[in-house]
C-alpha cells in the first residue's frame, strides 16, 4: 500500500508560480515511476508529466512543456511539479500517482491506466 499527500495548491494569477508537492509513504520511494495527471470541471483526466524511478527520464505535456518541471527528492520521499507561466487554462485539480515499476527499467508513463496508486488531489486556480 501506498499513500499520497499532495500540497502546494492555491489560486495565483496569470503568469505566476506555484510549486506542488506530493509525499509518499508505505514503499520505496526510490523505486517508484511518477506522474502528475489534472482534471478540470467537465473534463476528463490528462497526463501533465511523468519521471522514471531513477529521475533520469522525464516527459511533459504539450501544453505544459517549457513551463512546468518535474522533480523528485528520494530522500523526502516527495515529488514535486513546479509550475511557471501560468495560465487559466490551468486551473484544474491536480493528482500525483505512482507506478510500481521496482528498479527495472528506466522508464515514465504517461497512461492513466498504468499507475497503481493516486492521492486525493489538490486545487490549482489561475485567474485571469
Known amino acids: 500500500q501506498v499513500q499520497l499527500v499532495e500540497s502546494g495548491g492555491g489560486l495565483v494569477q496569470t503568469g505566476g508560480s506555484l510549486r506542488l508537492s506530493c509525499a509518499a509513504s508505505?514503499?520505496?520511494?526510490?523505486?517508484?515511476?511518477l506522474g502528475w495527471f489534472r482534471q478540470a470541471p467537465g473534463k476528463e483526466r490528462e497526463f501533465v508529466a511523468a519521471?522514471?524511478?531513477?529521475?533520469?527520464?522525464?516527459y511533459y505535456a504539450d501544453s505544459v512543456k517549457g513551463r512546468f518541471t518535474i522533480s523528485r527528492d528520494n530522500a523526502k520521499s516527495t515529488v514535486y511539479l513546479q509550475m511557471n507561466s501560468l495560465k487559466p487554462e490551468d486551473t484544474a485539480v491536480y493528482f500525483c500517482?505512482?507506478?510500481?515499476?521496482?528498479?527495472?527499467?528506466?522508464?515514465?508513463?504517461?497512461?492513466?491506466?498504468?499507475?497503481?496508486?493516486w492521492g486525493q488531489g489538490t486545487q490549482v486556480t489561475v485567474s485571469s
Open positions: 500517482a505512482v507506478v510500481l515499476t521496482g528498479y527495472s527499467g528506466n522508464y515514465y508513463y504517461t497512461d492513466e491506466r498504468d499507475y497503481d496508486y
Open positions: 508505505g514503499r520505496t520511494f526510490s523505486s517508484f515511476a
Open positions: 519521471t522514471s524511478w531513477s529521475g533520469d527520464n522525464t
